[in-house]
């Protein structure tokens, strides 16, 4: 399957990608929490929450504090973090079903939730910080600059990014998913009830990556953990706009 209709026109990804969200809302956890079909094992599983947790102590580390953006919230796996250190939180989400989720797990009056396209929406102030996980790579090669020009957008002067993402491993997804190659940017990701839906996903390198963002104008420190994330923070290089 590929990104063109039967006449051979290239289709717009998103509107799936958002039907696929919404319909795996209640089951999106199981991936990061390893279970159901996405269970590998005590020992892979033992390796993944390891990695998590390197990347849970470089965002400790980051620390994302004052008013903060998070973009593309999903449950709330992140925004429960995030909470701990932000003076105010923004959450956007396209997807209603993952934003209720998040508003029952965190629960906190200082997070306040935005239903928005992120591929139309745009901020209506600057932030100190804006965090990002598991997004980037739903994102379009073609919109990556217009992505990057959201988060600069979003920051204040001073402002700094972090974000969190996966690495080209195949057994970071479910059983009976199959990957296509790593350079292939649309892959087939099928449901619990057997529904399947075709969305967008690009797996970065990591210093090509820092290439493309050095070019964007940003100082960038991307990292990776041994087999299942990339992860990395920065800010403006001096002198850019």
Known sequence: M????????????????????RARAREYDEWFLRRGRYDRGAEANRR??????????????FRPAGDVLELACGTGI?????????ERLTAVDAVEEMLSLN??????????YVQADLFAWRPDR???????????SHVPPERFEEIWSLVAAALKPEGRFFFVDSRYTPDSTAIDHRLEGSEATR??????????????????????LARRLADLGWRARVEETPRFFLYGSGERSSGTA
């Open 126 to 136: 600057r932030y100190d910080a804006v965090f990002f996980g598991f997004w980037l």
């Open 78 to 86: 992140w925004t429960e973090r995030l909470a701990r250190t932000a």
């Open 48 to 61: 993944w929450f390891d990695e998590v947790e390197i990347v849970r102590e470089a965002l400790d580390a």
């Open 2 to 21: 590929s990104g063109r209709d039967h006449r051979g026109r290239e289709v717009d990804p998103i509107p799936e990608q958002i039907a696929y969200y």
């Open 103 to 112: 508003r029952d797990r965190v629960g906190s009056p200082r997070v306040d």
């Open 187 to 208: 892959v087939t990701r099928r449901l619990n009830d057997g529904r399947e839906f075709r969305i967008v996903k690009v797996f970065h390198e990591r210093e090509r």
